[in-house]
Nanobody
Framework: QVQLVESGGGLVQAGGSLRLSCTIS????????IGWYRQAPGKQRELVAS???????NYAASVKGRFTISRDTFKRTVFLQMNSLNAEDTAVYLC?????????WGQGTQVTVTS
């Protein structure tokens, strides 16, 4: 069973930065894509950023220019560097790995941005 473990969330002031990590039990290159999603209370889950097996990246318009997704294949970890955080970024951030028709999720890590 594929396991994903997120870490790095926490409480940060507006304008600050956090780096999230998603450590996966299998080589990140074995998945078609790995993405970070977020879900705020009362809102639908949304894709924040993703990275494909060929390292193509994709970002939601709301985070483009502020967030950066990257991977460390040796450490089986995908990172989400988040800068210039604002209150609208407050959410549970979840890591997702997709292989074919299968999709795997982590438990999530809470990010809270205070003004």
């Amino acid at each position: 069973q594929v396991q994903l473990v997120e870490s790095g969330g926490g409480l940060v002031q507006a304008g600050g930065s956090l780096r999230l990590s998603c450590t996966i039990s299998e080589n990140t290159g074995s998945f078609n894509a790995i993405g970070w999603y977020r879900q705020a209370p009362g809102k639908q889950r949304e894709l924040v950023a993703s990275i494909s097996v060929d390292d193509t990246t994709n970002y939601a318009a709301s985070v483009k220019g502020r967030f950066t997704i990257s991977r460390d294949t040796f450490k089986r970890t995908v990172f989400l560097q988040m800068n210039s955080l604002n209150a609208e970024d407050t959410a549970v951030y979840l890591c997702n790995a997709r292989r074919g028709y299968r999709s795997y999720w982590g438990q999530g890590t809470q990010v809270t941005v205070t003004s």
